[in-house]
């Protein structure tokens, strides 16, 4: 895929929609409580050496929300690469969340390269190992995203939807 604003535009939105559509189940299980009783971790409680194996943000709701989004983007534009994008965002936090955890990384502690970019940096691995984008598109991407996402975060924090503005 040629690297124009168009396109990247479109990589970039399908990347943080996804992203975004997860963080708004944490706010929808903070605000709304019995949502909670609808989400589970996906590693189901399961410990890995005395940790979580991936934690409480990585539930069975959030792959199913991806999987929605998958199956709209892929109906909406017929293309199977754009619609691979919110799974690929999604084990991209879950493969964050499994790595923090190895570290001994609990309780909300920030990692600097998972916390903000685990998403992209998968999504970018993956795109350019397909051979449908360049090197020089993930980057921009990626660097774009860890400028961008901890202001988001920031922001988030400050309208009160997060606990810790990372």
Do not use: Q
Not at 16 to 40: E, Q
Not at 73 to 96: C, E, N, T
Request: a positive charge; glycine letters at 6%.
């Amino acid at each position: 895929m040629p690297f124009t604003l168009n396109n990247f535009l479109i990589y970039f939105s399908l990347a943080w929609g996804s992203n975004i559509a997860l963080n708004f189940l944490y706010v929808a299980k903070r605000y709304i409580p019995k949502f909670s009783h609808f989400d589970y971790p996906l590693d189901l409680n399961l410990n890995y050496k005395k940790n979580r194996l991936l934690g409480d943000s990585t539930t069975i709701l959030g792959l199913i929300l991806c999987s929605v989004l998958s199956l709209f983007i892929f109906f909406y534009s017929a293309s199977l690469i754009w619609s691979i994008a919110p799974l690929i965002v999604y084990a991209g936090h879950l493969l964050g969340s499994f790595i923090k955890r190895r570290l001994n990384k609990n309780g909300g502690e920030f990692v600097p390269i998972i916390d903000h970019g685990d998403y992209m940096l998968l999504l970018g691995i993956v795109f350019v190992a397909l051979g449908y984008i360049n090197f020089l598109f993930a980057f921009c991407a990626l660097l774009l995203t860890y400028i961008l996402h901890p202001l988001a975060c920031r922001l988030a924090f400050k309208f009160k939807l997060r606990d810790r503005p990372y």
